[in-house]
């Protein structure tokens, strides 16, 4: 009886890993189909193991994005980004969380809406007023709008996690002499920094993965994303088969070095604020 | 840090009752400056621009001509508008409903039976295959796919063939009839790792006797399924529920990169359909329109979920005190 019991675990272990490889299957396929030449690729499709390393297609594909650029342009934005945003949200949660000032309420709905808003409504009137600022097509219009954006969520996850911050510490700190300003930097951010930590992450990825808003607001070559790059180039459907399995190529590697990197923030985050 | 964000802001709110004496200068009001005056620039009078414009009509230079509810009454008429919904739905099919059912099967099988028999490690890799396509761009995920479910040579259709099966490739992306199926198979493949995490996490803080107890009944393990599980994580179910709904709603990188929209409109969505009017069609009024109504739903959708799962965690903590 034990021994079939044990033997009935396996097919939901083995339907499991199945499935599973259903999710990781593209990756892989798109990784060994951009090693291969694009003539050995015509001459036995997609399916068959590679020859040999064959890198020019990747080499000449980066080349011709300046995809060295991009990255830049990606890393940039998204880590002003993710710093701009924790420094805002913490201040606005700190008013909000441990300040406790009148209304709220009413200014933490507020942030809970605009973190719901889509971005669809925003982004024309974002786009025409910076034309108007002679910021648009530049990565610091960019960097400003998802500062605040992601600052909605962040404020929303911190003010909670500061109103449950010990009041003793800081009224401690209060009868030492400390300032608001003191108490601020010496004692809630230093004993915050676990979540500051997460939404840091998060933010930077996310930025990274955003799409609409940097489409519209980036159309020169030299500011545009990996994702806008990349995006637009498929959009285009001008790249042949080996160009677009080099383009999906470089483009999943960034997230898989921040997966690898940031697996135990970005899941356990998940479950902190049940996030995006 | 485990309890959901709203619980918290609850708590903030029925602390509101509190009476505080009051002084003549709050100091921290001054911490909300930088913010206030942040969000005023780039999303109230965004926001506030968006709306005044949608009841106008204007091509995005010259004067805006006040035309009032016109824009609103077009859209009803509108086709296009209707289908770009009505694609919607299929959206929150593949994006929210599915992924959410799919999910809590798997994060139950995984929790309870792999965690249990093979070690949390190993669900902890089967977790984390899942949740990959999470940490994708969305831009990229649509590229991976669109090489995939490429006519000629893509890997799907090489698959296909390979196993005997050539009659059955298809165009799958270029097909009227098939495109809306085939980006909705990808949005599960890009979504599903979402509620899995959420789940198993709310699994985390299940009382583990419960499960032991149903066992020693002799509950098999999809009545354990039913009966415990499902209740225990009910309020994570509304926030998954809530997010993901919402998500599919907006969904629009994916669809710029897969189709496009097309092909001839098949696979058209709200938020598509919005930035084409705005930036191709540059009917900058008629596009505000679209976005309005789009955050309309979406706002009243939120209100709803909160409500949910304010009542959810309501009804658990009373069951636990």
Known sequence: ?276 | MTVTVERGGRVTGKRDGAVRPRRARDPYVLFLLPGALAFLTVVVVPFLMNTGVSLTDWQGVGRPEWTGAANYRELMGDAEFWESFRHSLFMVVAMAALPTAIGLVLAAALFDHVGKHFGSRTAAVLRACFYLPQVLPVAVAGIVWSWILAPDDGSLNALLQAVGLGSWRQDWLGDPDLALWSVMGVMVWVQLGFPLVVFMAGLERVDPQLYEAAELDGAGWWRRFLHITLPQIRPETYVVLTWCTIAALKVFGAVYVLTKGGPGGATNVPSYFSFATFFEKTQVGYGAAICTVLTMIILALSLVGLRLQTRAEDAEEGLRT
């Open chain 1, 1 to 276: 009886m034990k021994a079939v019991r044990a033997l009935r675990r396996y097919p939901v272990l083995a339907a499991l890993c199945l499935a599973a490889l259903f999710m990781i299957v593209p990756f892989l396929i798109v990784a060994v189909n951009a090693v291969k030449s694009p003539a050995e690729y015509s001459r036995d499709g997609p399916l068959s193991l590679p020859d040999g390393l064959y890198l020019d297609g990747l080499r000449d594909f980066w080349e011709r994005v300046d995809y060295s650029r991009k990255l830049l342009n990606s890393v940039l934005i998204s880590g002003s980004v993710a710093v701009g945003a924790v420094v805002l949200s913490v201040l606005n949660a700190y008013a909000i969380g441990i300040g406790r000032i009148r209304g709220r309420t009413w200014i933490l709905a507020f942030f809970v809406l605009a973190d719901m808003l889509p971005q669809e409504a925003l982004v024309y009137p974002v786009y025409y007023l910076s034309k108007q600022a002679g910021l648009y097509d530049t990565r610091l219009s960019v960097i400003i709008v998802f500062t605040v954006i992601q600052a909605a969520f962040g404020t929303y996850l911190l003010s909670s996690v500061l109103s449950r911050f010990p009041r003793e510490i800081i009224e401690a700190a209060r009868i030492d002499g400390a300032g608001t300003w003191q108490v601020l930097w010496r004692i809630v951010v230093p004993v915050s920094r676990p979540t500051l930590g997460v939404l840091l992450v998060f933010f930077f990825v996310w930025t990274w993965n955003e799409f609409l808003l940097p489409l519209v607001m980036l159309i020169s070559n030299d500011n545009q994303t990996v994702s806008v790059a990349l995006g637009v180039l498929q959009g285009q459907r001008l790249m042949d088969a080996t160009m677009t399995d080099a383009a999906a190529l470089l483009g999943v590697l960034p997230a898989l070095v921040f997966f690898l990197v940031f697996q135990r923030t970005l899941t356990r985050g998940i479950a902190v604020g049940a996030v995006k």
